[in-house]
């Protein structure tokens, strides 16, 4: 599975970005897709997941009510719409594959994309 994330840049706090990653090499409605973040100097953690329906959804709480997670089936690719960005959103976004219906966890996915920068300006 290839995955090609995209969408990321400079944002004043406030603002907002929406994040692509486009997925290859498998069939899309046969992966749970997530969202992760790496600030510097920390380790990876869990943003958002969305189940291979897309019916289910989780998000970590200190996104809850600003991101929103979503697929299009039909593209085979999977969105983050981020909104009133902060800037401990900072840092470098990877959208990852899994096997399973949906997964909260990193170690849960096997394909990772490149990961895309955002950077919020306070």
């Known amino acids: 599975v290839q995955l090609q994330a995209c969408g990321g840049g400079l944002v004043q706090a406030g603002g907002y970005l929406r994040l692509s990653c486009a997925v290859s090499?498998?069939?899309?409605?046969?992966?749970?897709m997530g969202w992760f973040r790496q600030a510097p100097g920390k380790e990876r953690e869990f943003v958002a997941a969305?189940?291979?329906?897309?019916?289910?959804?989780d998000y970590a709480n200190s996104v809850k009510g600003r991101f929103t997670i979503s697929r299009d089936d039909a593209k085979s690719t999977l969105y983050l719409q981020m909104n009133s960005l902060k800037p401990e959103d900072t840092g470098v976004y990877y959208c990852?594959?899994?096997?399973?219906?949906?997964?909260?966890?990193?170690?849960?996915?096997?394909?990772w994309g490149q990961g895309t920068h955002v950077t919020v300006s306070s």
């Open positions: 990852a594959a899994t096997n399973l219906r949906v997964a909260l966890r990193d170690a849960e996915y096997r394909s």
């Open positions: 090499g498998r069939t899309f409605t046969s992966l749970g």
């Open positions: 969305i189940s291979k329906s897309g019916g289910t959804s």
